[in-house]
């Protein structure tokens, strides 16, 4: 079995993965929402110290597996480093006191193997759209090796508008989920929200104008009543979409996917599901999506790739693992 820890951002979360089947033996995740709603964000060293705490809470669980460990896999990249470090110095210990090996995950692959928790084959090539709280991006991913960057945001992600125009409604974190919710009660066409890049041929994402859109409503009602808050999150979040699909509209035209997924926190939002499962019926693509429980930061993700990595033996040592806060 393979044990996998992922502490890049404000979820502390242990797997276990056994090797023969793909099967997810043990899976827990801590989440500390509730500590950094008073924020409206992420506090990187608050998160941190939480981290400290929950993962060798978590740890004590799989203790029973110790003996049937094979290797130990750890996310080192992208994500917040002083929260990183958490889980790299618990599979460093990990790995030298069990004398087993090490794998290094990026988190954003993982995210591509959340499609496959459970599964014993992968399915690729696969066209990918991620969206999270940190990342807006479109891949072609052809195989384990080889992922092709095709689209990226220019400023903001999908997620972190959702959060931030929750903050400024005063709605509380996350975002997501909570903008989602009100936008079910609203009017899209309530504010004339304009569609990002909408007359621009460039194949990217932008998020910050439409944020500062939504901040200049917001101002102009300095104590919104209820539904008032709901037409701007409808309008918001229609809006959000709309400049994913266009987007993805122009990249279909080029490429040709027979399988398309959508992954990453953000990819629970089920109106985007909604959208692009029509845009991928119109495209003759099979939509893939990975279960709601998988599609926020787990580790369950991450042991599902170190499960291919062990297999092509892709071991780091002690001293070579690095936590790295950049992209994919």
Same mark, same amino acid.
């Given at each position: 079995?393979?044990?996998? %820890? ?33 924020? /409206?964000?992420? #506090? ?5 110290? @939480? ?10 669980? #799989?203790? =029973?597996?110790?003996?049937?460990? &094979? ?5 080192? *990249? ?18 030298? +006191? ?10 954003? &692959? ?8 459970? &599964? ?39 997620? *972190? ?10 709605? /509380?974190? =996350?975002?997501? =989920? ?6 079910? &009660? /609203?009017?899209? $066409? ?34 919104? +009543?209820?539904? %008032? ?8 979040? *229609? ?5 994913? #699909?266009?987007?993805? $509209? ?41 279960? @709601? ?9 991450? /042991?599902?790739?170190?499960? *291919? ?13 690095? #936590?790295?806060? $950049?992209?994919?």
């Amino acid at each position: 079995m393979i044990l996998s %820890i992922e502490s890049s951002c404000d979820d502390s979360s242990i797997a276990i993965t056994r090797i023969e089947d793909a099967k997810l033996v043990f899976h827990r995740k801590i989440s500390q929402e509730l500590e950094h709603s008073n924020y /409206g964000g992420v #506090v990187p060293e608050l998160a941190a110290r @939480l981290h400290a705490k929950a993962l060798p809470d978590i740890l004590e669980d #799989v203790k =029973p597996y110790f003996p049937k460990l &094979k290797a130990i896999a750890v996310t080192n *990249e992208p994500g917040l480093s002083v929260t990183l470090v958490e889980g790299v110095s618990m599979a460093k210990a990990l790995s030298i +006191s069990l004398n087993l090996p090490l794998i290094a995950v990026n988190h954003l &692959k993982g995210h591509i193997y959340s499609l496959f928790i459970d &599964k014993q084959e992968e399915t690729f090539p696969l066209g990918v759209l991620l969206v999270s709280g940190g990342h807006t991006q479109v891949l072609h991913v052809k195989s384990f090796h080889e992922i092709n960057l095709i689209a990226t945001t220019l400023d903001d992600s999908f997620g *972190e508008s959702f959060d931030k125009v929750a903050k400024m409604l005063q709605l /509380g974190y =996350p975002g997501g =989920p909570i903008v989602e919710k009100y936008a079910k &009660k /609203g009017d899209a $066409k309530a504010f004339g929200f304009t569609v990002p890049l909408s007359n621009s041929g460039q194949i990217a994402f932008s998020y910050s104008g439409l944020k500062n859109q939504v901040r200049l409503a917001t101002l102009e009602h300095e104590n919104p +009543s209820e539904q %008032i808050i709901c037409d701007i999150c409808a309008s918001f979040q *229609e809006k959000a979409v709309t400049h994913l #699909v266009q987007k993805l $509209k122009k990249i279909f035209k080029t490429q040709k996917f027979k399988n398309f997924a959508i992954v990453g926190g953000a990819s629970a939002n089920q109106y985007l599901r909604a959208q692009i499962e029509a845009l991928c019926e119109q495209n003759s693509a099979q939509l893939l999506v990975a279960p @709601l429980e998988f599609c926020s930061d787990n580790a369950a993700m991450i /042991g599902r790739y170190a499960l *291919e990595a062990y297999k092509q033996k892709l071991f780091v040592g002690i001293d070579d693992i690095r #936590v790295n806060p $950049k992209l994919l």
